[in-house]
C-alpha cells in the first residue's frame, strides 16, 4: 500500500457525501461494533467447551448459548444496519459525482471530447463512479471490520494459552508478510495499467462499433480491427504477465493463511507429549474453532486492500477529468460589426502534442466570402476551423469575427452566430424533429420540415414509419452516414447563422448521396460566410477563395484560376486529383 496510503481519498469522498458524511462514519461504528460483537460468542464457546470437558454445571451451556446465539442476531442485525448507512452514503456520493462530473463536462472546450475520447470519458463518468460506490456501500463496511477484528482475535488468541497461539500465528505472520509484498508500492501503478488497459479496450470497441459503417462501406476487413485487436492483445499480455508476477506471492499466501490448522495439530503433538489434561484438551478445541477467523480476517485484509486501490484509481480518474480547465466564458459586450473572419498568427499545438498542429496561420475573410480549405491530410485544416468555434482557445494568436476576438464573445453568443457541420456530427436518440429542432428550439413543425427540404432530407423522412417522429436509433431505425449527415445540415439551415463551417463529406460516398449533401450543402450556405473543408478539389473550384494548408502553415491562398497560374502545391494536388478521377472512371 505504501504511497498509496499518502492519497487522502476519504477526505474526498466526505466532499462528495455532503450533509451524508456521518452517515459514513456511523455505518464504520456500527460494522466495528458488530465485529465486536461477533468476536464474543468465541469466548463464550471457550466457557461452553470449559463447561463440557470439567464436567461442571451442565445448565450453564444453555445460558452461554443463549447469550451466543442473541449476539450473532444482534451483531447481524448492527452489521445490516451499518451497511445501510453506507449504502445511504454510497447512493449520494455516486449521484453528487456523476452531477458534478456532468456539470464540469458542458463546459469543457468541445475538443476535449476529441482529445480524449467519448468512450473513455463515459467509462470515467459510468465505471469509476460505480467502483466509488461499491467501495463505500460495502468496502467501508468490511474494512471497518478488517481493522477491529484482528485485535480482538489477537486478544482471543493469545488469552488462553499464548504457546498455542504463537505457534498458529506463525503461519498467519507469513501470510501477512506474502501479503504486503502483494500490495508493494508497484500494485497501485498496476492498478492502473490495469484501468487503463481496460479503458482503452471500452473506447477502441466504442470507436469501432461507431466506425461500423465506414468499414462496410470500404468493404475493410481485418484491417479496420486492427487498433481494436492491438488493445485487447495487449490487455491480454498485461494480464498474463501480471498473474505470473503474482503467482508465487498469492502461493504463498493461500498457503500460509490456510495452513494455520497444520500449526495448530504441531502445537498438539508438542503440548500433549507429557499426556493429556482437561485444560489441554479445552484449549486445543478452542483453537480448532477459533483458527479459521484468522483466515477469514487476514482474506478480508486483503481484497479490501485491493479494492481501496481500485478506489483510488477511479477517484484518480474522477479528478483528472475535473481539473481540466473549463473554456473561459468571453465577458465582453462589444459585438461583431460583420461576419468576416480574421485569423491573426495563429498557433496551436495539442495536448502532450511535440510539435504545433498550426504555425503562423493568418487570413482574412469577408462577409458572405466562401472559401475552401484544402491541403494533404494533417495539414491542419479541421484544427483551424475547430479553433474558429473554440474547441480549443488558441495557443498564440487570435481569431476575431467582425473585429472581435472570439475568446472575448460569451461562448452562447458565438455558437448561436456560428454552425457547423462536421463529418462526424451526431444526432442523439430523439426524434428527427426534435434533433432539426436543436437548431431552433422555439421552431414550429413546419420550419422544421421546411428545413429539412432544403436539406434534401424528405425521401429519408419518407421511408421511416413515423416521419419526422421517428426517434432515431430506436427499433432499428438506421440512417447511413450520409443520411445523419443532412439531418444535421437541415438542423444548421434551422440555425440559420451567418457563418457556416462544413466539412465536406467523404467517408459515406455513395453518388446519390453525395449529390444531395452537396445540394444541402449549397442551399444552406447562399448569403452566408462560408468556410468548407474540402476533399474533394472538384467542389472548391467555384469558391471565392482557396486556402491551401500544408504543414500547419497557409503557404497558398487564391481562387482556382490564381492558383493554377501559381503553379505550386494547389496546382500539383488538382492534377492528381484529375488523375485520380479519371482513373477510376477508365477502371
Ligand atoms: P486535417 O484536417 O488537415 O487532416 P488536422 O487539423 O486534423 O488535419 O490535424 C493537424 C495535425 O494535428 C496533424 O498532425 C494531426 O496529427 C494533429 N492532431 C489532430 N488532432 C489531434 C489531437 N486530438 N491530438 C493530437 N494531435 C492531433
Known amino acids: 500500500m505504501g504511497k498509496s496510503q499518502k492519497y487522502d481519498h476519504m477526505k474526498l469522498i466526505r466532499q462528495y457525501a455532503g450533509g451524508h458524511k456521518a452517515l459514513i462514519t456511523l455505518g464504520r461504528c456500527l460494522a466495528a461494533v458488530s465485529a465486536v460483537m461477533t468476536l464474543i460468542p468465541y469466548y463464550l464457546m471457550w466457557k461452553i467447551i470449559r463447561v463440557a470437558v470439567n464436567g461442571e454445571n451442565l445448565n450453564s451451556i444453555t445460558v452461554y448459548a443463549i447469550m451466543a446465539v442473541a449476539l450473532i442476531v444482534g451483531a447481524l ?6 451497511l445501510l448507512c453506507t449504502h445511504i452514503a454510497a447512493f449520494r456520493v455516486q449521484a453528487n459525482m456523476r452531477s458534478s462530473l456532468m456539470k464540469r463536462i458542458i463546459t469543457l472546450p468541445l475538443g476535449v471530447f476529441d482529445e480524449d475520447g467519448t468512450g473513455k470519458i463515459r467509462r470515467i463518468v459510468n465505471d469509476s463512479t460505480a467502483a466509488t460506490e461499491t467501495y463505500i456501500a460495502h468496502t467501508l463496511a468490511d474494512k471497518a471490520v478488517a481493522a477491529v477484528t484482528p485485535i480482538g482475535l489477537l486478544v482471543l488468541v493469545f488469552v488462553f494459552n499464548w ?9 498467519a ?3 501477512f508478510v506474502c501479503m504486503m509484498f502483494m500490495m508493494g508500492s508497484n500494485m497501485q501503478k498496476k492498478m492502473k495499467e490495469y484501468q487503463d488497459a481496460l479503458e482503452t479496450m471500452s473506447s477502441e470497441a466504442t470507436e469501432y462499433v461507431r466506425g461500423v459503417p465506414v468499414v462496410k462501406t470500404f468493404g475493410q476487413t481485418v484491417h479496420s480491427f486492427k487498433r481494436f485487436k492491438n488493445c485487447i492483445d495487449a490487455y491480454g499480455k498485461w494480464t498474463t504477465e501480471y498473474t505470473l508476477m503474482l ?3 498469492m502461493m504463498g499466501f493461500m498457503t500460509c493463511i490456510n495452513a494455520i490448522f497444520a500449526a495448530l ?37 486483503a481484497y479490501s486492500g485491493e479494492a481501496e486501490m481500485n ?3 477511479a477517484l484518480k480518474r474522477v479528478e483528472k477529468i475535473m481539473e481540466i480547465a473549463p473554456l473561459k466564458e468571453g465577458e465582453s459586450n462589444e459585438r461583431p460589426t460583420d461576419y468576416s473572419i480574421e485569423a491573426k498568427n495563429v498557433t496551436y499545438r495539442y495536448k502532450d502534442a511535440t510539435r504545433n498542429a498550426l504555425e503562423n496561420v493568418s487570413f482574412s475573410i469577408k462577409q458572405g466570402e466562401h472559401v475552401a480549405l484544402v491541403g494533404p491530410s494533417g495539414s491542419g485544416k479541421t484544427t483551424m476551423a475547430e479553433l474558429l468555434v473554440r474547441f480549443f482557445d488558441v495557443t498564440d494568436g487570435e481569431i476575431c469575427i467582425g473585429g472581435v476576438n472570439v475568446k472575448d464573445m460569451p461562448s452562447a453568443y458565438l455558437l448561436e452566430h456560428v454552425s457547423f457541420v462536421f463529418q462526424d456530427s451526431r444526432l442523439i436518440k430523439k426524434s428527427i424533429l426534435e434533433n432539426v429542432r436543436m437548431g431552433k428550439p422555439d421552431a414550429s413543425e413546419d420550419e422544421v420540415i421546411e428545413a429539412l427540404k432544403k436539406a434534401q432530407c424528405m425521401d429519408i423522412i419518407e421511408k421511416l414509419p413515423n416521419g419526422i417522429h421517428t426517434v432515431i436509433g430506436e427499433k432499428g431505425t438506421y440512417l447511413s452516414g450520409g443520411e445523419q449527415q443532412r439531418i444535421t445540415i437541415a438542423r444548421a439551415i434551422l440555425k440559420d447563422a451567418p457563418i457556416l463551417i462544413l466539412d465536406e463529406a467523404t467517408a459515406f460516398a455513395d453518388p446519390d448521396n453525395e449529390t444531395r449533401v452537396q445540394a444541402a450543402f449549397d442551399e444552406m450556405s447562399k448569403d452566408k460566410t462560408l468556410i468548407m473543408i474540402a476533399h474533394r478539389l ?12 500544408n504543414d500547419g502553415k497557409c503557404v497558398e491562398a487564391g481562387n482556382h484560376d490564381e492558383l493554377m497560374r501559381f503553379d505550386g502545391l494547389y496546382k500539383r494536388m488538382f492534377e492528381e486529383y484529375s488523375k485520380s478521377v479519371e482513373w477510376k472512371v477508365g477502371a
Open 538 to 549: 472538384s467542389t472548391v473550384k467555384d469558391a471565392d477563395r482557396i486556402f491551401v494548408m
Open 77 to 82: 442485525l448492527v452489521y445490516i444496519a451499518a
Open 265 to 301: 495439530i504441531i502445537a498438539s503433538f508438542i503440548f500433549t507429549r507429557n499426556g493429556v489434561d482437561n485444560a489441554i484438551i479445552l484449549n486445543v478445541m478452542y483453537y480448532i474453532i477459533i483458527t479459521p477467523l484468522v483466515t477469514v480476517a487476514l482474506t478480508k485484509i
Open 311 to 313: 478506489l483510488i484509481d
Open 247 to 249: 503467482r508465487f506471492p
Open 163 to 171: 504457546k498455542i497461539g504463537l505457534i498458529c500465528m506463525i503461519p
Open 173 to 175: 505472520l507469513l501470510g
